[in-house]
């Protein structure tokens, strides 16, 4: 891929509109999945779910990314990927909001399922856009270009803008008088999902490159070649998924309290955006599985605190740690895939990590959910998927670089 610079009229820097993709993570993780770990209290009590029903709801979210991740190439080929960004956002954006209308069981799980394939759309195609303007030189020529690593961690790590406003904008609207006060929080969610794509939109004029050939035979994604990355990929998304949907849960059953637990899910958020720097190093330099074996570990030491033990200090060090390492997982595959891949293989391979990760995530809820309605409760499920990311880090020293192609 060559490294030319972005068109002349446009006066933002290449971290500007970074910054502007990050928001679209925000949106597809943020708002339309990570802020169910905050309304998940309030709704099983209102609702009374199970546990396993309130994983259920995660469940069919992921099943509705995976289908998303699998659809996206072909939205990507005919109607490339700042269209189907921003389609998905839109898309996101009202079905969060229609969230507060329904409190039917079905309706809710349509709702989730709906939403996990527009933010599917939006996650693959701004990785796409991240992936793509990783490699473009300074608008003005003059100052060196911001390393890759750097860029995709923005762009990845701008979940935790999402998060941070879901920890402002749940806690206080789910507590309003009257029935059902969870609904406000969902359409408060939509209506920042909308402004946010907004944004986007504005911040991303002129980055989308002309249409590409379709690779050859030669140029094509190789999942064989990719195994561990993959399988480390799945064990990824199938441990993460039950800390960041019940962890809210257990530290309620701790006896934490409302204000502590906004904190700790704002430090979390906010570590998301740190990570952007904190790894973007390792990012830029790992050429197979290291990064995704450092943090898969790392990512099981934060998962297995709490279970550990229900000390505020021991709490916070979970979420910090935890924000500041899973995202950073997320931005490796992208790396993975640049460094390994012709640019033409770009999409494919985004998409292939994306749908091992969706799979992860079906499975994930599901599992801690059903560990917790047993005699192990919540703590035996976190520690379930903590084992899961043990496992995780070790499959993927497997991965090694292939015949490494310039971006």
């Keep these: 891929m060559t490294t030319e610079p972005l068109p002349a009229r446009r006066e933002l820097s290449i971290l500007a509109v970074a910054a502007a993709l990050a928001l679209a993570a925000a949106v597809s993780l943020g708002l339309a999945r990570f802020s ?4 998940l209290p309030p709704m099983r009590a209102d609702l009374g779910w199970s546990y396993t029903t309130a994983g259920a709801m995660n469940t069919v979210n992921a099943a509705g990314y995976l289908v998303g991740a699998l659809l996206a190439p072909g939205w990507l080929r005919r109607f490339g990927a700042r269209s189907t960004l921003l389609a998905g956002g839109v898309g996101s954006a009202l079905l969060l909001a229609a969230h507060g209308a329904v409190t039917d069981d079905a309706a809710l799980y349509l709702l989730r399922g709906l939403t996990g394939i527009a933010s599917a ?8 856009l991240a992936a793509r303007l990783s490699g ?45 006060p969870w609904r406000w929080a969902w359409v408060a969610l939509g209506i920042a999902a909308l402004i946010a794509t907004a944004i986007t939109a504005a911040a991303t004029r002129g980055t989308e490159p002309a249409r590409a050939a379709p690779p050859s035979a030669s140029e094509r994604f190789e999942w064989r070649h990719f195994g561990c990355g993959l399988a480390s990929y799945f064990m990824f998304g199938l441990g993460y998924i039950g800390y960041m949907t019940f962890v809210v849960t257990l ?32 990012l830029h330099r790992q050429l197979g599985g290291g990064a995704m074996r450092l943090l898969n570990a790392l990512l099981a030491v934060a998962t297995v605190l709490p279970v550990l033990s229900a000390h505020p200090v021991a709490v916070f060090a979970s979420g910090i740690l935890f924000g500041g390492v899973f995202l950073s997982v997320v931005a490796s595959t992208t790396p993975l895939v640049r460094h390994n891949q012709p640019a033409s293989a770009w999409p494919a391979g985004i998409a292939a990590f994306t749908i091992v990760f969706a799979a992860g995530q079906i499975v994930g809820p599901m599992l801690v959910g059903w560990v917790a309605d047993g005699a192990g409760g919540l ?12 496992l995780g880090a070790l499959i993927a020293w497997g991965q090694k670089p292939l015949d490494r192609r310039a971006a």
């Design 121 to 128: 759309a939006t996650f693959v195609s701004g990785g796409l």
């Design 36 to 39: 169910y770990a905050l309304l």
């Design 136 to 180: 473009r030189a300074p608008i003005d020529g003059t100052r060196p270009a911001p390393s890759a690593g750097l860029v995709l961690g923005i762009y990845y790590g701008g979940a935790g803008i999402g998060i941070v406003i879901s920890a402002l904008l749940v806690p206080q609207l789910s507590a309003l008088p009257g029935a059902h």
């Design 251 to 282: 530290l309620r059953e701790q006896q934490l309290g409302s204000v502590a637990i906004t904190v700790f899910y704002a430090l979390l958020g906010l570590a998301v955006l740190g990570s952007s720097f904190v790894w973007a190093s390792l």
């Design 379 to 390: 703590r035996g499920g976190l520690a379930v998927s903590a084992g899961v990311l043990l």
